[in-house]
């Protein structure tokens, strides 16, 4: 309120000669360019935003005044009118206005002031639109005028007929410098190009001339080919010392000088892309260097050109290296907090990045965490929720590793082949403990750009479950037989994974594109194929095993579809369809719960904590309301509200609030989140989970349905995420009752509404707003 309130009477602060800007119009342009017509009118006469001006006058003001002794630079001081910059603003949109083909376009100014506030309104008669009646070329240099002639069908944005656009002849001129720079033309600038415009103000026509001149001590422009390259890598200090330096030739064309010791040349040649006999070509240059740093192991790269002494047009590339540090250790610390339960989690990564002198990556990590029951009583260490020790180990090597030849496929990205061990173990008091080890070899190539594949071929994992005895009995009291099976026993799993990705790359940008993500994880089915020829054994239950374990078959697909729409600047709106489908089959009857899927969270639908929404609908009132039952309720928290099908589905509207508060960029966002999981119709989902089960008669009364907004801050190297979601559609209450945004604001209402279901505050608490927080965008 202090900051509002500071905002809303920043005029008081001023003089008597002073006034505030509040506004700035401009009125009669096309809306095609008033956007960009108002980024000329200058910054200091621009609106202030109202929480950094707040910010500034909250800090920087005393006794009813600004202050002159003391200033902080805290938020954003008070743009003042300035008749000067207003007319350097009107002269700026009236030359901006020009560029787009209004050359008889005039700007007036109107400044209206009124209790030291001040609106400015810029007031254009555009005039005509001129078009291009004509467009011809002088080429000084013959082969360069065959060569533009040969490819500017295939780039220019001048057109006979259009309108004039200077931003045309902009991009004419760095097309024809991108061409000549592919084409062996090592010397060229962008200054051999100038455009002449004839307008003729009568009859509103344009005539445009380009002019391709050739260089002054030279008759013509020169084509140069590559020679011999010379690769030199200094030590992680930036430093050369000649007794530690190693040189060795590959291909005959690559001289490396190591004078760290820690590469091996033949792995990095692979990304020189700048080959001898070739012509220069930027474009090979620009491949390098991104192929180069995509590796991971070099701080700064820089390539020079020497020209040879003789008459023969060749080039001698110098590749400068200085590498990163090899090794590095992080130690990451967190404090979690969610629905009465506190926190912590600490980790540690160590991380070798030229482990065999080819840009290998060694990743070793080690995370502990607990959670601690707030509402649970005595000391400390009876507190105690869960326990989570997770180890692994990570190398990934920067090509695939397969034990036949194929084609060089870096040239969209780098491929990565990661083989990887993990080991978990976790407990939950009084309720379920796990042991995980998981092996795996994972290939990641990019076809294209905006391709991606990955290929998980061989996934071995041994899961062992067991449930607390007590908490067994009371599972077994009610039913949960298949559930106790499923969870409390150690199985062993053989499954392969594949993921593709479309558009990943352009999640950052404001465009309009699809961003799509599928992905499959099937798990026993060669050994089911094996069985039917060997006969595995069977274990008490039926199950058949290897190695004296039962193994699971499933088969699990996941879809992630968004359509991002631009709306102008940074404006945008998306909408995700997420949906995906679990299969048991064969030797499993149900999936375990890590292969289960969850509704909720900050990435799902906000308005529900994770894992605490479906299936179906379902109700923990099922459960019991007495004691015994709240111990149950207890001990299934997060591991009853899972299912195999998921449907999930966000509408977003993405805006910018301030440009610059406290050096981060706020964007807003608003929301409506839909959704649910469900389980596979059967017996035992109809005892674990009743209202649970997937019916498609009843699928769109089960969905529930969230809304909220909020804020982003933008810190350029990490998003900070800060998400409120009300509940507007519940389905584990009945007919009218599923629409509990009417009981928000009333307080009996919505205790009646709990007392009806058997709500209880203690183990589950209901909230009709949830809040929450991340690292980066939620999709």
């Given at each position: ?57 909250f ?21 003042i ?44 008669n ?18 360069v ?193 969610n ?6 989690n600490?980790?540690?990564?160590y ?33 105690i ?5 997770q ?55 990019i ?92 274990d ?100 009853d ?68 907004a ?12 800060f ?7 519940d ?36 909230r ?12």
């Amino acid at each position: 309120m202090i900051l509002i309130l500071s905002a809303c009477n920043a005029t008081r602060y001023l003089s008597d000669d002073q006034a505030l800007v509040k506004s700035v119009k401009l009125d009669s342009v096309d809306k095609e360019f008033a956007a960009s017509a108002l980024t000329f009118v200058q910054n200091d006469i621009r609106p202030n935003s109202r929480l950094n001006l707040a910010l500034y006058n909250f800090f920087n003001t005393k006794k009813g005044k600004y202050r002159t002794d003391r200033v902080r630079a805290i938020g954003e001081a008070p743009h003042i009118l300035d008749s000067s910059l207003v007319e350097i603003s009107r002269i700026q949109i009236e030359k901006f206005l020009a560029t787009k083909g209004f050359f008889k376009a005039t700007v007036k100014s109107d400044i209206k002031v009124e209790k030291k506030k001040a609106s400015i309104k810029f007031t254009a008669n555009q005039g005509p639109e001129f078009k291009i009646s004509t467009i011809s070329n002088e080429i000084a240099d013959s082969a360069v005028a065959q060569l533009y002639e040969a490819n500017r069908a295939g780039f220019t944005r001048m057109k006979v007929g259009q309108r004039f656009d200077t931003d045309s002849l902009a991009y004419e001129r760095e097309q024809i410098y991108r061409l000549m720079k592919r084409s062996g033309y090592f010397d060229y600038l962008r200054q051999f190009v100038r455009f002449d415009v004839d307008s003729n103000l009568n009859n509103s026509q344009a005539k445009v001339t380009m002019y391709l001149a050739n260089p002054t001590d030279k008759p013509e422009h020169q084509v140069y080919t590559i020679d011999n390259s010379l690769v030199t890598i200094r030590n992680s200090s930036g430093l050369t010392d000649s007794l530690l330096a190693d040189t060795v030739t590959v291909d005959t064309q690559f001289r490396f000088t190591d004078y760290s010791g820690k590469f091996d040349p033949r792995p990095i040649s692979r990304y020189l892309f700048i080959k001898k006999g070739d012509i220069y070509n930027i474009d090979k240059e620009d491949l390098t260097y991104d192929r180069l740093y995509d590796l991971n192991v070099f701080r700064t790269i820089k390539v020079d050109y020497a020209k040879t002494s003789d008459s023969t047009n060749r080039l001698q590339p110098r590749y400068d290296i200085v590498p990163l540090k090899r090794m590095n250790n992080r130690v990451e610390g967190e404090y979690t907090f969610n629905s009465g339960r506190n926190g912590f989690n600490i980790g540690n990564t160590y991380t070798n990045r030229n482990l065999f002198g080819g840009a290998e990556l060694l990743e070793i990590k080690a995370k502990y965490g607990l959670l601690f029951d707030a509402n649970a009583t005595g000391s400390l260490i009876d507190k105690i929720f869960s326990r989570d020790l997770q180890l692994g180990a990570n190398l990934v090597l920067p090509k695939l590793l397969v034990p036949f030849p194929i084609p060089m496929i870096g040239k969209n990205g780098i491929p990565h082949t990661t083989i990887s061990s993990s080991i978990q173990l976790f407990d939950q008091k009084d309720a379920f403990s796990s042991r995980v080890f998981i092996n795996s070899i994972t290939y990641d190539w990019i076809e294209t750009k905006y391709k991606f594949h990955s290929l998980t071929p061989i996934n071995i994992e041994f899961r062992k479950g067991k449930l607390n005895s007590v908490f067994r009995d009371s599972l077994s009291q009610r039913g949960y037989e298949l559930y106790i099976r499923t969870n409390n026993r150690a199985f062993f799993n053989l499954g392969s994974q594949y993921a593709y990705t479309l558009n990943n790359i352009r999640l950052n940008t404001y465009s309009n594109f699809i961003y799509f993500r599928g992905a499959i994880d099937a798990a026993g089915n060669t050994l089911g194929l094996l069985d039917r020829a060997i006969k595995f054994p069977r274990d008490s239950t039926g199950s058949r095993t290897l190695f004296g374990l039962p193994y699971q078959e499933y088969v699990k697909t996941e879809f992630d579809t968004r359509l991002y729409r631009s709306l102008g600047g940074e404006k945008q709106i998306i909408f995700r369809i997420n949906t995906g489908i679990g299969i048991p089959h064969g030797n499993s009857e149900q999936l375990t719960f890590e292969k289960n899927f969850f509704a909720g969270g900050s990435s799902g639908v906000r308005a529900w904590q994770a894992r605490t929404l479906g299936p179906g609908n379902y109700n923990r009132s099922s459960l019991g309301s007495d004691g015994k039952a709240d111990t149950l309720r207890r001990n299934l928290r997060n591991l009853d509200q899972l299912g195999e099908y998921k449907f999930e589905g966000n509408l977003e509207y993405r805006f910018t609030i301030a440009e610059n508060f406290l050096n981060a960029k706020i964007k807003g966002a608003s929301f409506v989140d839909f959704g649910n999981v469900w389980r596979k119709d059967s017996p035992a989902s109809r005892i674990e989970n009743p209202g649970g089960e997937f019916k498609f008669n009843k699928f769109l009364g089960q969905l529930a349905v969230g809304t909220g907004a909020g804020l982003r801050f933008d810190l350029n190297y990490f998003v900070f995420r800060f998400d409120v979601g009300i509940k507007v559609r519940d389905p584990q209450f009945k007919g009218s009752d599923q629409y509990v945004l009417k009981y928000l604001l009333n307080r009996g209402a919505r205790n009646e509404l709990k007392d009806k279901y058997e709500i209880t505050n203690f183990p589950d608490v209901y909230r009709l707003v949830q809040y929450n927080f991340g690292i980066g965008m939620p999709f």
